[in-house]
């Protein structure tokens, strides 16, 4: 689907309601560091805007963009936010919580967090009749609407979510606020990951921001796993590490071997 197309496709979804919420998150595949999302409110007058028309083309599913790119933007979304133009808000689940949860109640669990910070669950649900003529002025005061606003999840449906939602597989090339908030995520987390290089120097979080490259795996197998990584996710990893230790016991158990015979005692 082409940029533009991101636009337009919000422009369908916002049909009925106010506003739409587009929510993802990154570092679910990571070896290390917590899983993080965001969620972006943007409106009908926001998506008929003039930044919307002549500028959101640059937007896009954050992996497809440069990190220069991702900045850029992510500074222009801090000012439309400042101005009210749209409304933005990223939380996350810890390696702790990955562990205990697993990474997709982690996931789901950092979405909650994100769109927490915006509107609680509640704010969803069906609202109560409201009050009529013959009503007490204080139930009438007390009487709040539902949120008139549609959330729109980048992925699979999440059972057991708490937000009311429609979810789309690959919604961060699809969508335009969904590919916001997969930019938030992203600058957010990597910019966590590279203050975790200082906590934690030798594993190059800088660089790869705690995804299994080559270079990780490297840093894992000689150093081992720190308070940051994601045990489970290092299993196989680790099963195969071989103990400095044993290093010149292995080395002269091969060197015989090619050698043949022991030699005499």
Aim: glycine share 10%; aromatic share 8%.
């Amino acid at each position: 689907m082409k940029r533009r197309q991101l636009r337009g496709f919000d422009l369908k979804q916002i049909e009925g309601v106010d506003q739409l919420i587009g929510v993802d998150e990154v570092g679910r595949g990571a070896f290390a560091g917590p899983v993080v999302a965001a969620a972006v409110v943007v409106s009908r007058d926001f998506l008929e805007s003039r930044w919307a028309v002549t500028k959101s083309g640059r937007v896009n599913d954050s992996k497809l963009l440069s990190a220069a790119q991702r900045d850029e933007l992510w500074a222009e979304f801090e000012e439309l936010a400042a101005t009210g133009k749209i409304h933005a808000n990223h939380g996350l689940a810890s390696v702790a919580e990955i562990a205990e949860l697993n990474i997709l109640g982690a996931t789901k669990l950092a979405m909650r967090r994100a769109l927490g910070g915006i509107y609680p669950p509640e704010a969803f649900a069906t609202a109560p009749e409201e009050p009529d003529l013959f009503s007490s002025l204080e139930e009438r005061a007390a009487f709040q609407p539902a949120v008139s606003a549609r959330v729109l999840v980048d992925g699979l449906p999440l059972r057991g979510f708490p937000y009311p939602h429609r979810a789309f597989v690959k919604g961060d090339s699809r969508s335009l606020c969904i590919a916001m908030a997969s930019i938030i995520a992203k600058v957010a987390r990597d910019r966590l990951m590279v203050g975790l290089e200082t906590k934690f120097p030798g594993y190059g979080f800088a660089q790869h921001k705690g995804y299994g490259t080559e270079e990780h795996r490297d840093a894992v197998l000689r150093l081992g796993r720190c308070a940051e990584h994601r045990e489970a996710f290092l299993r196989k990893l680790l099963a195969v590490r071989v103990d400095p230790a044993q290093m010149d016991f292995l080395g002269a158990t091969a060197e015989g071997a090619a050698g043949g015979a022991m030699p005499p005692p």
